[in-house]
C-alpha cells in the first residue's frame, strides 16, 4: 500500500439572503385567486404574478339599469 491524501469533509453552518428584494404593493382592492407562480421562481417582466376575483368588478356591469 502507498498513502495518499484522503478528501476532508467539511460541513458549514450558515444563512442565504437575497441580494435584492421586491416589494409588491395592491392598487386596488380585491380577494387574490391562486396564483399562477411558484414562491422563490425566478419571474420575467410581464408575466401574470396575481389574479383578482372579477366578480367585485362586474357586479356593476351585471346590475340592472334605474
Not at 380577494?31 to 401574470?48: C, K, N, S, W
Request: aromatic share 10%.
Amino acid at each position: 500500500m502507498t498513502p495518499h491524501a484522503a478528501p476532508v469533509p467539511y460541513e458549514f453552518v450558515g444563512q442565504v439572503e437575497p441580494y435584492r428584494r421586491v416589494e409588491v404593493r395592491p392598487r386596488v382592492e380585491g380577494i387574490i385567486e391562486p396564483r399562477p407562480f411558484t414562491e422563490g421562481a425566478m419571474v420575467h417582466r410581464g408575466e401574470l404574478l396575481y389574479r383578482l376575483d372579477q366578480v367585485r368588478y362586474k357586479v356593476p356591469v351585471w346590475a340592472p339599469e334605474e
